[in-house]
């Protein structure tokens, strides 16, 4: 079962009231978004994703909750289009970002190195690229590029070498097979800090989804589809995504650099937008649901 990360904080921070219009960039299997439709009695719910399972799970547990909600099947990078359609200006938008517990849960989907299956790890099971493509066809430079930039692995360059010599001889076929080349490929030492698979399979999930060009342009477009007041919360599981969220806070919230000093800032110039929260799990959340451990709440408002 998958339990939702900061979800009273997030519900909080999204300052709902009965009539307001929200996004959920990331349904998954509704844990956030049913929680939000029980407080928006005469609002509504847009609420996307791309998992067909996901989608099928979630509907159900929305219509307990309540039947003013709308599910958009596709990747939220197409928020602003979509919204545009709607012709829609919103009081709240949810990003809640990673795997779903579901997700990993499912050995067939191929995102756990923990278990045996076909590398996968499509968030869109229409998509053409899978991570069989990215570990056997990818060459040593740009398997170290995206080992070293999305995974921040310290030994990207000789598990790149490791992978590349494997297939050599061989094709490599499933997630167990792949995560033993990798474990191989570091010091000993460096395996006792727990798996050395963990940040290899989240880079190449990355690469797979695109994740973060998508999150970040998902994120600009979102702050256009706010209502004065309107928030944005954001909850992350690695830094690069936090990076990403709390520069983008950062340019529209900041009088530019070169104005600061300024007596009397220009209107033109005023900050838009003001950071509200930066907020961590506690710790009874931790022990409770260890994939809380790395997240990160950031919230804004528009002014």
């Excluded at 970002?97 to 756990?112: C, I, K, M, T, Y």
């Excluded at 929260?277 to 260890?290: F, G």
Aim: aromatic share 8%.
């Amino acid at each position: 079962m998958h339990t939702s990360v900061l979800l009273e904080e997030s519900i909080r921070y999204l300052n709902l009231q009965e009539d307001s219009i929200i996004i959920d960039c990331t349904l998954g299997y509704g844990g956030h978004s049913s929680q939000i439709l029980k407080k928006i009695p005469k609002g509504f719910l847009y609420a996307f994703d791309q998992d067909d399972q996901a989608i099928k799970n979630a509907k159900k547990r929305l219509e307990e909750a309540g039947f003013n909600f709308e599910i958009i099947k596709t990747n939220f990078k197409n928020i602003k289009e979509e919204m545009n359609k709607r012709k829609v200006k919103v009081n709240g938008i949810l990003f809640d970002l990673g795997v779903s517990s579901p997700q990993l849960d499912e050995a067939e989907r191929g995102f756990s190195f923990h278990k045996d299956a076909a590398l996968d790890m499509r968030m869109n099971q229409n998509d053409q690229l899978k991570a069989d493509e990215v570990v056997n066809n990818y060459s040593y430079e740009k398997l170290t590029k995206i080992f070293y930039r999305y995974g921040e692995e310290k030994y990207a360059s000789s598990i790149a070498e490791a992978i590349v010599k494997y297939r050599e001889n061989k094709r490599i076929v499933t997630t167990l097979e792949l995560a033993e080349i990798i474990k191989n490929s570091v010091p000993e030492k460096y395996r006792k800090k727990g798996h050395p698979a963990r940040k290899v399979f989240q880079a190449i999930r990355i690469e797979v989804n695109n994740e973060l060009e998508v999150f970040e342009t998902a994120l600009k477009d979102a702050l256009d589809l706010l209502k004065p007041k309107g928030r944005i919360c954001v909850i992350t599981f690695h830094s690069l995504e936090d990076r990403i969220c709390k520069q983008i806070f950062n340019e529209v919230s900041k009088v530019p650099k070169e104005l600061a000093k300024l007596p009397i800032i220009p209107e033109a110039y005023q900050p838009k937008f003001k950071v509200v929260a930066n907020i961590v799990p506690c710790e009874e959340e931790i022990l409770q649901n260890p994939r809380a451990r790395s997240a990160r709440l950031r919230v804004i408002e528009k002014m």
